[in-house]
């Protein structure tokens, strides 16, 4: 069964960070870039990140620039986002999803592509 969980979310103070992971299980992630979406209640949902299969490229949204870093393991079948600095306006629930057309802004995703459940960040003192 192909599926990607999100975790790492949580409840944290303006200025601080979190890691959160994308794990892949069911399919080998290699293949594919991998996308970071976010979606604050009431907003669009954004492409925030993301990380080509073979790591040569990367994107980040002017929003979480210079903050926010992607990464990935293949050999642990998993992406990261490194959250610093992190602001109110970041929170949201966060999803990662496969990028069959590729690392390319504006994240989008396909028909084909899969998506985790999401994990809930919140920023709030």
């Known amino acids: 069964q192909v599926q990607l969980v999100e975790s790492g979310g949580g409840l944290v103070q303006p200025g601080g960070s979190l890691r959160l992971s994308c794990a892949a299980s069911g399919f080998t992630m290699d293949y594919y870039a991998i996308g970071w979406f976010r979606q604050a209640p009431g907003k669009e949902r954004e492409g925030v990140s993301c990380i080509s299969n073979s790591v040569i490229s990367t994107y980040y949204a002017d929003s979480v620039k210079g903050r926010f870093t992607i990464s990935r393991d293949n050999a642990k079948n998993t992406v990261y986002l490194q959250m610093n600095s992190l602001k109110p306006e970041d929170t949201a629930v966060y999803y990662c999803?496969?990028?069959?057309?590729?690392?390319?802004?504006?994240?989008?995703?396909?028909?084909?592509?899969?998506w985790g459940q999401g994990t809930q960040v919140t920023v709030s003192s």
């Open positions: 999803a496969t990028l069959a057309r590729g690392c390319i802004p504006p994240v989008a995703t396909g028909p084909f592509d899969y």
